[in-house]
């Protein structure tokens, strides 16, 4: 059974420049959850998708933003991008909201320049 | 607002030692839900134990072991002797209840020498 993919695994972007990233979860999960992972912050909550809709967010501003496909794979959008957005995205996914195992993705590694 | 502190920030253990991960948590709630991860160099989170705030019982994994202690709001995680394979960052999270955001503590590195 094949892990929960993110693409792509490495991106380089300028200030002020947008972003998008993809995950897709494991076959048959519908949830999925996007953390962001900082040296200085540690890992942060993004947002959560399930069926298509936004259950959660974080603490994040309104450049950051997302969506889920009726296919369950989900992206994350992130626009304007600042220096402080340089991080390891992780996308994890579960059956439901309600499964609290959860299998994450290897991550994108985004460097803001 | 919930909160986790992992206050070990690195530890360093010789192959077959035993090891143990400090985890605090701060929450109100009444009902939560406790989990430690592994995450290796390859940096994927993997998934090793969850615990419901009204089962204080302590769990044993091979060697992995875990004690839930309420009265001290605390989730430690022991790993009996250890190999160089346990070498990754381990992060203890916190659930509430409601929702499914999970509130991660900042890691404990964990380097396993030969």
């Known amino acids: 059974k094949a892990g929960v993919t993110q693409t792509p695994r490495y991106l380089i972007k300028t200030r002020g420049q947008q972003v998008t990233l993809s995950c897709s979860p494991i076959s048959g999960h519908r949830s999925v959850s996007w953390y962001q992972q900082t040296p200085g912050q540690g890992l942060q909550f993004l947002f959560e998708y399930f069926s298509e809709t936004q259950r959660n967010k974080g603490n994040f501003p309104g450049r950051f933003s997302g969506r889920q496909f009726s296919n369950s794979r989900s992206e994350m959008n992130v626009s304007t991008l600042e220096l402080g957005d340089s991080a390891l995205y992780l996308c994890?996914?579960?059956?439901?909201?309600?499964?609290?195992?959860?299998?994450f993705g290897p991550g994108t590694r985004l460097t803001v320049t | 607002a919930q909160k986790v502190t992992q206050a070990q920030t690195e530890i360093s253990v010789v192959e077959k030692e035993d090891v143990t991960l400090d985890c605090v948590y701060e929450t109100r709630d009444t009902t939560y839900y406790l989990f430690w991860y592994k995450q290796p160099p390859s940096g994927e989170l993997v998934f090793l134990i969850r615990?419901?705030?009204?089962?204080?019982q302590n769990e044993i994994s091979g060697r992995y072991s875990w004690n839930f202690q309420k009265s001290t709001s605390s989730f430690n995680f022991t790993i009996t002797a250890s190999q160089v394979v346990d070498s990754a960052v381990y992060f203890c999270a916190l659930r509430r209840e409601a929702g499914n955001m999970l509130t991660f503590g900042g890691g404990t590195r964990l380097m396993v020498k030969p």
């Open positions: 615990r419901n705030s009204f089962d204080e």
């Open positions: 994890a996914s579960s059956r439901s909201p309600q499964d609290d195992r959860k299998y």
